[in-house]
């Protein structure tokens, strides 16, 4: 069965890096869209960025410039290395795929996605 475990997350002061980490296991099929997610207290959770099997990103507006979507095939993890961190980046993290090679303009819809971690908590502080 599939699965997906993140890793990662922390407190940080405005303007530090953290680097999260997916670890994907259990998958008899290839390839599929990867994502990241998150969700704030009294938010939807909302797409942060995803990546293609061929290597294509898309990132929220938000994020763009600031954070990068990566992943290592070898070791079957997906990375979000996030930079310049503000406040409003708080939330839980969360990594999730679909049976897609390609993410399209779908990405940013979670209810497109079958497989969920549990999520990473990641805390700002201005």
């Known amino acids: 069965q599939e699965q997906l475990v993140e890793s990662g997350g922390g407190s940080v002061q405005a303007g530090g890096s953290l680097r999260l980490s997916c670890v994907a296991s259990g998958y008899t099929y290839s390839p599929y869209c990867m994502a990241w997610f998150r969700r704030a207290p009294g938010k939807e959770r909302e797409g942060v960025a995803a990546l293609d099997s061929d290597g294509t990103t898309a990132y929220a507006d938000s994020v763009l410039g600031r954070f990068t979507i990566s992943k290592d095939n070898a070791k079957n993890t997906l990375y979000l290395r996030m930079d310049d961190l503000k406040p409003e980046d708080s939330a839980g993290y969360y990594c999730?795929?679909?049976?897609?090679?390609?993410?399209?303009?779908?990405?940013?819809?979670?209810?497109?996605?079958?497989?969920w971690g549990q999520g990473t908590q990641v805390t700002v502080s201005s």
């Open positions: 999730a795929t679909k049976p897609w090679r390609y993410c399209a303009g779908s990405w940013p819809i979670e209810r497109t996605y079958d497989v």
